[in-house]
Each structure stands twice: as structure tokens, then as C-alpha cells.
């Protein structure tokens, strides 16, 4: 069964730093490409950050573009994402997000709180 | 950036009857590959995103053939023969054609009635 459990998320100030990670299991995590998808309270979906099964080809949403940095350890199956410089319009669910014929399955999230 | 609209946003249906949610794109979704990445999510209540949909009409794993994908281009439908109470939650459509970045449509709120 596929698992992604995330953590890391919390209450953090205004340009502050965090750093979430997603434990991956009941697959071959460095097989498939990974994502990072975000839901502010009572809103929609929006896509962050993508990452190569191998740890390459790296993209962003602009609106996290040189704050945030995705990463992965395949030895370790898991997925990060480092966030700097954090705003108030950061706050949001986390998702990670395992990538087969695009974006299938989802963990639970972690809620990313920036508050004062 | 590809916009994705979709209509209504809030659906309200009778338990046993149809529905239909609309998702139109600011840009065809047909890859040079001639594939179309044009995906749809329900999200319950409470609970993470779950696909349903992926490249127009392929069903998920599990998920009931009541569910049903449709359309080409720039217009997509997603369609629900009889809705059951189970189908309540939010309803998305997301394509993944012209990446980064991924984007996804507003949202249909599906209740009963």
C-alpha cells in the first residue's frame, strides 16, 4: 500500500524557516518524480514544487521561487521541502505528492502556520 | 500559465441523480506527444485530495464506474451518474500539459440536496 506521511509543518513568524519532510512508502520511491502541492484554509490547490526521481529537473511555482528548495534522499525514501523567508500568505496544508501518469496519490498533509 | 475554469462551483444534486462538472483551459491541453494531461481530484470532507481521473478518461484504481471522463482540447467534463452520498466534497480538475507550473481548476462543490 502506498504511504506518504508528512511532517515538520507547525507555527512559525514571519521570515521564519521550516522544514517539511514526507516519509515514503509501499513503492519504489526512486522511481517516480515527486511533488509538493499547498491548500490555504478553505481554499483551492495549488502546485509548489516538482522534483526528478533522481533528484534533478527541479521546478517551482514563482510565488515560492528562491524561498523554498525541494530535495530528496532515495536511500532514505524521503521527500523535503526547506522553506525560508516565510510569509503570512504561506500558511497552508502540505502535500506530498507521488507522481504517476501525473499526480495519483497523496499523504495526509502538515498545516504551515505563519503567524506573529 | 494555463487557466483553468471550471462551472458550476457549487453543485447541488438530488441523491440518485446525475451531475456534471465543466473544466475549460485557456489553452489546448493536447502534449506534442498527442496525449491530453487532463486530470480530476475529489476531495472529501476532512480528507486529502484523491485522483479519480487522469488523461481525460481513465479511471482510478478503485474508483466507481459512475465516474466517468470526457471531453478534448479545451472543454472537459467530468460526470456522475448517480450521485451517492459518498460523492460529497470538492471536486477539481488539474492539468499537467504545459508544466511548471501545474494548475488546477477553482473548485465544484458538490452537496446534496
Known amino acids: 500500500e502506498v504511504q506518504l506521511v508528512e511532517s515538520g509543518g507547525g507555527l512559525v513568524q514571519p521570515g521564519g524557516s521550516l522544514r517539511l519532510s514526507c516519509a515514503a512508502s509501499g513503492f519504489t520511491f526512486s522511481g517516480h518524480s515527486m511533488h509538493w502541492v499547498r491548500q490555504a484554509p478553505g481554499k483551492g490547490l495549488v502546485w509548489v514544487s516538482r522534483i526528478h526521481s533522481d533528484g534533478t529537473h527541479i521546478t517551482y511555482a514563482e510565488s515560492v521561487k528562491g524561498r523554498f528548495t525541494i530535495s530528496r534522499d532515495n536511500a532514505k525514501n524521503t521527500l523535503y521541502l526547506q522553506m525560508n523567508t516565510l510569509r503570512a500568505e504561506d500558511t497552508a496544508m502540505y502535500y506530498c505528492v507521488r507522481d504517476s501518469s501525473t499526480l495519483d496519490y497523496w499523504g495526509q498533509g502538515t498545516l504551515v502556520t505563519v503567524s506573529s | 500559465d494555463v487557466v483553468m475554469t471550471q462551472s458550476p462551483l457549487s453543485l447541488p444534486v438530488a441523491l440518485g441523480q446525475p451531475a456534471s462538472i465543466s473544466c475549460r483551459s485557456s489553452q489546448s491541453l493536447v502534449h506534442s506527444n498527442g496525449n491530453t494531461y487532463l486530470n480530476w481530484f475529489q476531495q472529501r470532507p476532512g480528507q486529502s485530495p484523491r485522483r479519480l481521473i487522469y488523461?481525460?478518461?481513465n479511471r482510478d484504481s478503485g474508483v466507481p464506474d459512475r465516474f466517468s471522463g470526457s471531453g478534448s482540447g479545451t472543454d472537459f467534463t467530468l460526470e456522475i451518474s448517480r450521485v451517492e452520498a459518498e460523492d460529497v466534497g470538492v471536486y477539481y480538475c488539474m492539468q499537467s500539459t504545459h508544466w511548471p507550473p501545474y494548475t488546477f481548476g477553482q473548485g465544484t462543490k458538490l452537496e446534496i440536496k
Open positions: 488523461e481525460v478518461s
